[in-house]
């Protein structure tokens, strides 16, 4: 069962565009959505997250979009820079997953920004 | 930046060789998460610890897959008897807490079973 998906799979802007990735997510009790972003040969870096209290939250150029009623949540990427090209990847945790904790992932959008 | 340290970076095993990977957690976190990402990036949750007890494990993790993290020294990972599917970039992450916080991943032990 898929708890996580992530959309599109792949995904290409020229550079100073937005670029936006969708995850959607089934388990309601999660209560804590990570996006983490991964370079080739790298592992996977934390970018932003937020919690169900909040329907949005900022950071530079990042920002989430969170919609609880939907289940859905976004990253824009405002201002795309080529050295933005990466594999992005949405998390999500919470009670469900008992005292561990342990993160739920995407799929994966694997990011290209052209200059 | 990420201050998880794991060894070795690389390890290449053959079919029914055992294979150890360690990881040290970043100061102050108590809470260790081990994770696998297959080629295909998909990512299976293996163990994770709060201090010395496990957590949380599944049924991989219970059979072919050891894993402990003694006080005062790195945390471990042990595939008893590696398979050609075990070929993957393992993941240690650490958390400053219990329950859904931030975590943060370390470099990763690529594993290549021949």
């Known amino acids: 069962q898929q708890q996580v998906r992530q959309s599109p799979q792949s995904l290409t802007v020229w550079e100073g565009e937005t670029a936006i990735l969708n995850c959607s997510y089934e388990?309601?009790?999660?209560?804590?959505f990570p996006w983490y972003h991964q370079f080739p040969g790298e592992s996977p870096a934390l970018l932003i997250a937020i919690r169900p209290v909040s329907n949005k939250k900022e950071d530079g150029r990042f920002t989430i979009f969170f919609n609880k009623r939907e289940k859905k949540f976004s990253l824009h990427i405002a201002d795309s820079q080529p050295g933005d090209s990466a594999t992005y990847f949405c998390a999500a945790s919470g009670a469900s997953n008992n005292a561990g904790a342990k993160l739920t992932f995407g799929g994966g959008t694997r990011l290209t920004v052209r200059p | 930046n990420s201050k998880v340290i794991q060894t070795p970076r690389y390890l290449v095993k053959g079919q029914g060789q055992k294979a150890k990977m360690r990881c040290i957690p970043e100061k102050g976190h108590p809470v260790v998460f081990w994770y696998q990402q297959n080629k295909n990036n998909e990512f299976k949750f293996l163990i994770n610890f709060q201090n010395q007890e496990v957590l949380q494990q599944i049924d991989m993790t219970e059979k072919r897959f050891s894993a402990e993290c003694p006080s005062n020294s790195p945390c471990s990972l042990e595939i008893q008897s590696s398979e050609a599917g075990d070929s993957a970039l393992y993941l240690c992450?650490?958390?400053?807490?219990?329950?859904?916080?931030?975590?943060?991943f370390g470099p990763g032990t690529r594993l290549t079973v021949l």
């Open positions: 388990d309601s009790t999660f209560d804590y």
């Open positions: 992450a650490s958390s400053p807490q219990g329950g859904a916080y931030e975590q943060y």
